[in-house]
C-alpha cells in the first residue's frame, strides 16, 4: 500500500476502472470492455480545489465515483487520509463514506421524488447520528437550508416543485448534512444559469473556507475551473492529458488537447467571438471500447506524428515544474499552436 | 419576411389564478426563417415552459391561459391532437434539457432513431437504419454502427445529449427549439454541435431557438436575443446591441457573474443578490426590484413594460435610460 504525505487528503495511483460490455449484436461473441479510467494517478491536496475537466465520456464521474466506493476498481488503489480504501474494515468504511461526499452532475436523479426536502435532508443526519432528538434535527435542517440559501420554510416542498438551481442546492445541502471533509463536486453547477452558478460558486468557496473543505471539483466549462481551482487535471479518454497549477496551465497549456479546450471556450461578447481563431479538432472521436494505441488523442490532434500512433506519452514535467503534460511534441509546442485564443 | 414563429401575449400557469405559478407571463416575440433567437435567463424564468409551450407539451396542472402561437400561418393553440403530433417531430422539434428523461430505458439508441423515421418518414428496415448510423455520426457517436444496439445508460451523459439532438433533427424541422442542447458536453464537441446546429440552418433555412444560460453561446450563435426573468421577457434585441448597453440591469448582473476565460484573475463573481420569487399573483410590481442595485420606489409599485429603448433594443426597465451611468457599464467599464 503507498502511503499519501500528510498533506494529500487522498491519492489515486495508477487506477483502472474498467466496465465490461456485451457484444454488439452485429459484430462477434466476445463481450468488449469499456476502459474508463485507464492508469490515473493524482494526489488530492487538503483544503484545495482540484478541478477535473475533460470530455464527455473521458472518465470524471468514473473516477469520482471510485473514490466513493460506487464503483468497483479493476486495478490501482485509492487512498483517503493514508487509508487504503479497498483495505479497510467495515467499521472504518462507514466512517470514511460520511466523510467523502458527492454533489451530483444530475440534480433530478439524485433526490426521491416521493421525499420531502427536509426528510432528505435530514435522512444522512439521521442514518449517522450526527443529531439526537427531532428538535435538534429540524433545527440542523433549517441551518443547514439557510447556509446553501434556501428560505427554511422549502422544507416541507418536493423536488418537483424546485427549480434547477434550487435542487442542486438541496444537492449541496444533502452532502454537508454528513459534515465531510472531501466533496466530489460532479458538474455541480453546470445546469444552473449564469447569476446562480456564480451564488452556487461562491457559495462553494465560502463552505470551504468556513469548514475547511476539500473539493474534487467535476466540470466541462474551462471559465468555472479557471476560477475555483488551485490545480487542475485535464483528461483524455480516460488518462490525465495535463495536470499542474492552475495558472501554469491556462497560461502555458503544453497539450494540444488543452490549447484545443481553451480555443472552444465561448466568451460572453459577440465582438470577441467573431474575431476569434479556433482551434478546429479534426478527425475521428475514437471509441473508448477500440482507444487508439499510442497517444489517445492521436486521431484528433492536429500536430500529431507517426511516433504518436505508437507508444503513448508518459506526463513530463514542464520547465518549471509546476505542470505536467503527456505529450511528445510538449517541448516545441509554442511553435506548433496557439497559446490561448481568446482574441 | 413574415417570421416562422409569431408569439404574442403568450400565458402559461400552473394552477389558479390567485396561487398559481404565472410560468409565462405575457410573452411576445417573433423568429424569422433560419434566424437563431437565444433565450437566456435565471433558473425558473419559464424558458423550458415557453419552449414546450410552442409545441403544447405543457402538463398538468399546467395550462395556457391567453395568447396566440402563430407557426408559419397555422394557430397552434387551435389545432387538433392529431395536427400538432403531425408538426412535432417534423416541423418544429425540440431538444428537451434533461436527456434522462426524454429518452426511453427500455429501447436501444438505434430503435429510438429508426422508430421516429418511421412514423414520421415512412422509412423502413435498412434504409432507416442507414440514415440512423448517418445522424448518429452527424453529431459525432463513435463507431455508431456499433452502438445502434445500446441503450441509453450505456452512453454518459454527454453522449445521451448528443443522441438527442440526433433524434431532433432526423426530419429536418424547420423550428428547432434546442432547451440547453450544449450543457453537458465538452467544449470542443459543444463547438462541433453548435457548428452542425448553424449548418443545418444553412442547409434548409431551419430556424433556431436557443435556449441556455451560457452567455458565451448566445454572444457567439444569436441573431437576436430574449432575457427571461420570472416569467416575463425583460429585455430583448440584437445580439451586438444586448451585450454592448444592456439596459436591464438583470442582464448587467448575469454579464458580471459570468466568469470569463480572458480574465484570470478575477477574484471573486458577482451575483445577483437574493433568490428569484416564484412569478405568483397579478404583478404590479417589477419583479426584479428586490433584487436590484438601482430600484426605486416607483419600481414596487408599477410594473415596467417591455418597451423600445433604441432601435432594434427594447427593456423592461422604469430607469432603462440610466442603466449605463446608474450600473457603470459602458463597454469598458465591464470590461475592467
Ligand atoms: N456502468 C457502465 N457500463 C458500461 N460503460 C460505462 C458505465 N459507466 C460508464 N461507462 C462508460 O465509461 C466511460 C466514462 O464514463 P463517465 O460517466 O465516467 O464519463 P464522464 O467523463 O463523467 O462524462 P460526462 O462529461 O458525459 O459526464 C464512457 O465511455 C461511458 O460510456
Ligand atoms: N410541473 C410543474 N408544476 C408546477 N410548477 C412548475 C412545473 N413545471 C414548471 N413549473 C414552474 O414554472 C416556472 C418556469 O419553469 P421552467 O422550467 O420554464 O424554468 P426554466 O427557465 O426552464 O429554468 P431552468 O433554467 O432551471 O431550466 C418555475 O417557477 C417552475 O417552478
Ligand atoms: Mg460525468
Ligand atoms: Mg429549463
Known amino acids: 500500500m503507498r502511503t499519501a504525505p500528510p498533506e494529500m487528503i487522498a491519492s489515486i495511483s495508477d487506477l483502472h476502472v474498467h466496465f465490461p460490455v456485451r457484444s454488439p449484436f452485429l459484430f462477434g461473441k466476445s463481450p468488449g470492455v469499456v476502459k474508463a479510467v485507464d492508469g490515473v494517478s493524482f494526489d488530492i491536496r487538503r483544503g484545495e480545489t482540484l478541478g477535473l475537466v475533460g470530455e464527455s465520456g473521458c472518465g470524471k464521474t468514473t473516477i469520482g465515483r471510485a473514490i466513493l466506493q460506487l464503483n468497483a476498481i479493476t486495478s490501482g488503489s485509492i487512498s483517503f487520509n493514508g487509508e487504503d480504501l479497498a483495505t479497510s474494515s467495515p467499521e472504518a468504511m462507514r466512517k470514511l463514506r460520511r466523510r467523502i461526499q458527492l454533489i451530483f452532475q444530475d440534480p433530478y436523479a439524485s433526490l426521491n421524488p416521493r421525499m420531502s426536502v427536509g426528510r432528505a435532508i435530514a435522512e444522512p443526519i439521521r442514518l449517522h447520528n450526527l443529531r439526537q432528538g427531532e428538535a435538534a434535527i429540524t433545527d440542523r435542517v433549517k441551518e443547514l437550508l439557510s447556509l446553501v440559501g434556501l428560505a427554511p420554510t422549502y422544507m416541507s416542498r418536493y423536488p418537483h416543485e424546485f427549480s434547477g438551481g434550487q435542487r442542486q442546492r438541496i444537492g449541496i445541502a444533502r452532502a454537508l448534512a454528513c459534515e465531510p471533509d472531501l466533496i466530489v463536486c460532479d458538474e455541480p453547477v453546470s445546469a444552473l444559469d449564469v447569476s446562480v452558478q456564480a451564488q452556487v460558486v461562491n457559495l462553494l468557496q465560502d463552505l470551504q473556507a468556513r469548514l475547511g473543505l476539500t473539493y474534487l471539483f467535476i466540470a466541462h466549462g474551462l471559465s468555472v475551473i479557471q476560477h475555483i481551482s488551485n490545480r487542475v487535471a485535464v483528461m483524455y479518454l480516460g488518462r490525465v492529458a495535463e495536470i499542474g497549477e492552475r495558472r501554469e496551465v491556462y497560461a502555458n497549456p503544453r497539450h494540444p488537447y488543452t490549447r484545443s479546450l481553451l480555443s472552444a471556450v465561448p466568451i460572453p461578447d459577440p465582438k470577441v467571438e467573431r474575431a476569434r481563431r479556433r482551434i478546429v479538432l479534426q478527425g475521428e472521436l475514437p471509441s473508448p471500447l477500440n482507444p487508439p494505441k499510442g497517444c489517445r488523442f492521436v486521431t484528433r490532434c492536429p500536430i500529431a506524428v507517426a511516433h504518436c500512433a505508437q507508444e503513448a506519452p508518459p506526463l513530463t514535467p514542464s520547465a518549471s515544474g509546476s505542470s505536467m503534460a503527456a505529450c511528445w511534441r510538449s517541448s516545441e509546442i509554442d511553435d506548433l499552436l496557439p497559446r490561448f485564443a481568446a482574441t | ?336
Open chain 2, 1 to 336: 419576411m413574415k417570421p416562422i414563429l409569431t408569439v404574442s401575449g403568450l400565458k402559461v400557469r400552473f394552477g389558479n389564478e390567485q396561487s398559481g405559478v404565472r410560468a409565462v407571463d405575457d410573452v411576445s416575440f417573433t423568429v424569422g426563417k433560419g434566424e437563431t433567437l437565444g433565450v437566456v435567463g435565471e433558473s425558473g424564468s419559464g424558458k423550458s415552459v415557453t419552449g414546450l409551450s410552442l409545441i403544447r407539451l405543457i402538463s398538468k396542472p399546467g395550462r395556457v391561459v391567453g395568447g396566440s402561437i402563430d407557426f408559419d400561418g397555422r394557430d397552434i393553440l387551435a389545432m387538433s391532437d392529431s395536427e400538432i403530433r403531425d408538426v412535432r417531430g417534423r416541423e418544429i422539434s425540440m431538444i428537451f434539457q434533461d436527456p434522462m428523461t426524454s429518452l426511453n430505458p427500455v429501447l436501444t439508441i438505434g430503435r429510438q432513431i429508426t422508430e421516429i423515421l418511421e412514423v414520421q418518414e415512412g422509412m423502413r428496415g435498412g434504409r432507416a437504419k442507414a440514415r440512423a448510423i448517418e445522424l448518429l455520426s452527424l453529431v459525432g457517436i463513435p463507431s455508431p454502427e456499433r452502438r445502434l444496439g445500446d441503450y441509453p445508460h450505456h452512453f454518459s451523459g454527454g453522449m445521451r445529449q448528443r443522441v438527442m439532438i440526433a433524434i431532433a433533427v432526423a426530419c429536418k424541422p424547420r423550428l428547432l427549439i434546442a432547451d440547453e442542447p450544449t450543457t453537458a458536453l465538452d467544449v470542443t464537441i459543444q463547438a462541433q454541435i453548435l457548428d452542425i446546429l448553424k449548418n443545418l440552418q444553412r442547409e434548409f433555412g431551419m430556424a433556431l431557438i436557443l435556449i441556455t444560460h451560457d452567455l458565451g453561446v448566445v454572444a457567439g450563435m444569436a441573431d437576436r436575443i430574449a432575457v427571461m426573468y420570472g416569467g416575463r421577457i425583460v429585455e430583448q434585441g440584437s445580439t451586438d446591441c444586448v451585450f454592448e448597453e444592456p439596459r436591464m440591469p438583470y442582464t448587467v448582473g448575469l454579464l458580471r457573474s459570468t466568469p470569463r476565460l480572458d480574465r484570470p484573475d478575477e477574484d471573486r463573481l458577482t451575483p445577483i443578490r437574493g433568490l428569484p420569487a416564484e412569478p405568483v399573483g397579478q404583478a404590479n410590481f417589477c419583479r426584479f426590484a428586490p433584487r436590484c442595485d438601482i430600484a426605486q420606489q416607483l419600481c414596487l409599485r408599477e410594473a415596467p413594460p417591455l418597451r423600445q429603448v433604441r432601435p432594434d433594443h427594447m427593456a423592461a426597465c422604469h430607469f432603462a435610460e440610466d442603466v449605463p451611468t446608474l450600473l457603470h457599464t459602458s463597454s469598458e467599464a465591464i470590461a475592467l
